[in-house]
């Protein structure tokens, strides 16, 4: 009878083990797979095809910064978008001149104005 009870546990720690480790391995393998948006009705079919495949080019050569583009133009969800951005910036910062363009900004008057909020700030805390 002891046997029996010793044998059952062995099996059904057995059992929880296998259950684990399925579990593990589907959570890795889930992540690892490439996040590819349905085609939104807005959205050509030809014109998906081919951001698409532009997608999946991107997940192949690990370019952040191109997958998060392509899954903007395939109108998907912001979190894998910015998730996107933010490790393109991190595996490579000169993404951050793709992001913006500073010249632009710069002749837009960009810094400028922050320049002058800033001394607006700084000079009313000043008075007060």
Not at 29 to 54: A, G, L, N, V
Not at 84 to 91: D, E, G, P, S, Y
Not at 99 to 124: C, P, S, W
Request: charged share 25%; net charge positive; proline share 2%.
């Amino acid at each position: 009878m002891h046997q029996n009870n010793t044998t059952t546990k062995a099996i059904s720690h057995l059992i929880a083990l296998c259950f684990l480790l399925f579990t593990l391995f589907q959570s890795c393998r889930e992540q690892t797979e490439p996040f590819i948006p349905e085609r939104q009705e807005s959205i050509r079919e030809d014109q998906y095809e081919t951001r698409r495949k532009k997608l999946v080019e991107a997940y192949e050569a690990k370019n952040y910064f191109s997958i998060s583009f392509y899954l903007a133009t395939l109108q998907s969800p912001s979190e894998a978008i910015y998730d996107n951005l933010r490790k393109a910036v991190k595996h490579d910062s000169s993404a951050c001149t793709k992001i913006f363009d500073v010249r632009y900004l710069a002749e837009q008057g960009f810094y400028r104005y922050v320049y002058k909020n800033h001394q607006f700030m700084a000079t009313e805390r000043m008075v007060q």
